[in-house]
C-alpha cells in the first residue's frame, strides 16, 4: 500500500513561508504525477487544487490564488515532494494533502493520498 509521511504544516503570520514535505514509503516518486491538495475546513466535502507535477513531461500547474507564492518540487535523490509556501495569506489557511496519481497528467484520478498537515496563516 502506498503511503505518504507529510510534514512542515504549522502556524504562521501573513507574509510569512512555510515548507511542506512529503516522503512516500514503499514507492518511487519519480513515477507518479504528484500534487498537493488544500481543503479547507472540515466542513468541505472536496479539496482544492493547490499544484501538481505530470509524470509524462515534468509540467508544473498552479492553481490561480496560489501563482507567484507557492513553488512545487522534487528532489529524486530524497525521494520527497515539497511545496514552498511564500507570501502566505489567510485564505491559504487549511490542511493540505500530498497525493500520487498513476495517470500521466494532471488532470487524472489521485488515488494515493498522505494524511494531510494543518496550515494556519494568522496574526
Known amino acids: 500500500q502506498l503511503q505518504f509521511v507529510e510534514s512542515g504544516g504549522g502556524l504562521v503570520q501573513p507574509g510569512g513561508s512555510l515548507r511542506l514535505s512529503c516522503a512516500p514509503s514503499?514507492?518511487?516518486?519519480?513515477?507518479?504525477?504528484l500534487g498537493w491538495f488544500r481543503r479547507a475546513s472540515v466542513d468541505e466535502l472536496g479539496h482544492d487544487g493547490v499544484?501538481?507535477?505530470?509524470?509524462?513531461?515534468?509540467?508544473?500547474y498552479y492553481g490561480p490564488s496560489v501563482k507567484g507564492r507557492f513553488t512545487i518540487s522534487k528532489d529524486i535523490a530524497k525521494n520527497t515532494l515539497y511545496l514552498q509556501m511564500d507570501n502566505l495569506k489567510p485564505k491559504d489557511t487549511g490542511v493540505y494533502y500530498c497525493a500520487a496519481s498513476a495517470d500521466r497528467d494532471c488532470d487524472g484520478d489521485f488515488g494515493f493520498w498522505g494524511q494531510g498537515t494543518q496550515v494556519t496563516v494568522s496574526s
Open positions: 514503499g514507492f518511487t516518486l519519480d513515477h507518479y504525477t
Open positions: 499544484s501538481c507535477i505530470s509524470s509524462s513531461d515534468g509540467t508544473i
